[in-house]
């Protein structure tokens, strides 16, 4: 069957339990093949480096084989980064839909509404004033992202959060501490000056499994909550009132996926820093693709996870594996994409 006219096929589904839900064919096969290319980009990325390994050999290294030193370069040095590569690229991207669909705009992501300056200035009051190492370092940058999150909450909050309101107040709340950040830079000496503008780059060099655990906690309690409330996410963007006549509880829609999108934003940057455009391009590419109504939380999240690790791979292959950040690389393609997406919604008429 098709939803509408023109409209992309929609198949009803019944269980033996009585169970029917209907299937979007379209977002299912887009969904699938970003997954493919994500693993794909994943196997490529492991692959690189200065023991290269073709494709064969770390599937074979993976499931068990391999001698020692495959071994010993696939699971302690390049699966850690691969593996926080793909959760900062998931976390990134369901959390850039889920601002983006309650602001109501797609340019409303974590890179443009502050919390990425929030975790950056959280990290570096540990860097500058306490000299603290890389655990120290992410702890204060979730604390900060946190902490920017519940602050454009509470000042944004007038009997619920609004889009617009809510953008505005991010907004202002990132230049304020975009100007904390560069005044903790005058504040610290050239070598902790050194290792935070590194670490505000956004890089996966060096990660390993003290940044895989957290994440991968914080992604198997945050994700499912997010994933589970897509589709009342889908119909608060008819507008708050059609919600309400859906029976959408909206304000507590509102703040349980805000408030895990920011817990996933804020973990994200602590593991490999503020990489940016991630949360705004993955979202906007994944509805291009499966051309479906609402957030595409699920699709969004396997688009983040590919751009995020094929960006590294692509950086890798151009520059060799320590010579440029990843943040550097989507910096310079996120920025193309916000050109286009601006030149196109002024051509459409719609700013």
């Not at 604390?143 to 509470?154: E, Y």
Request: aromatic content about 6%; glycine content about 12%.
């Amino acid at each position: 069957m098709k939803s509408a006219k023109g409209a992309k096929p929609v198949r009803a589904v019944r269980t033996r339990g009585g169970i029917s839900f209907r299937l979007d064919v379209r977002a299912l096969v887009v969904g699938l093949l970003l997954l493919a290319v994500a693993l794909a980009a994943a196997v490529a990325l492991i692959g690189s480096g200065d023991y290269p390994m073709t494709p064969a050999e770390v599937l074979a290294t993976l499931s068990g084989g391999g001698d020692a030193g495959q071994q010993f370069i696939v699971h302690d040095l390049r699966l850690p980064r691969v593996l926080v590569g793909l959760l900062v690229g998931a976390a990134f991207g369901v959390a850039g839909a889920v601002f983006q669909t309650v602001s109501r705009n797609p340019l409303g992501s974590p890179d443009v509404l502050g919390f990425a300056q929030g975790s950056s200035a959280g990290a570096l009051v540990a860097i500058v004033f306490f000299q603290a190492g890389t655990f120290a370092v992410a702890a204060g940058a979730m604390a900060g992202g946190v902490a920017t999150g519940l602050a454009i909450f509470l000042l944004a909050w007038k009997r619920g959060i609004h889009g617009c309101r809510f953008v505005l107040v991010g907004i202002g709340a990132g230049a304020m501490l975009y100007a904390t950040v560069l005044y903790l830079m005058t504040k610290a000496d050239i070598v902790d000056a050194t290792r935070a503008t590194v670490w505000m780059t956004g890089s996966l060099n060096g990660r390993d499994w003290d940044q895989v655990w957290p994440l991968a906690a914080v992604c198997a309690v945050c994700l499912p909550l997010v994933l589970c409330h897509g589709r009342p996410l889908r119909m608060l963007e008819m507008g708050d009132d059609s919600a309400y006549a859906l029976g959408v509880r909206v304000n507590r829609v509102r703040i349980v996926a805000l408030l895990a999108a920011v817990v996933l934003v804020a973990a994200a940057t602590a593991a490999a820093g503020p990489i940016s455009f991630v949360a705004l391009t993955a979202p906007q590419l994944a509805r291009r693709l499966t051309r479906s109504p609402g957030p595409s939380l699920l699709p969004a999240a396997l688009m983040g996870a590919g751009l995020l690790v094929g960006a590294d791979w692509v950086s890798q292959q151009l520059f060799g594996a320590d010579q440029m950040p990843v943040g550097v690389l989507t910096g310079v393609l996120g920025g193309g994409y916000l050109v286009w997406l601006l030149a196109t919604e002024r051509k459409a008429g719609r700013m």
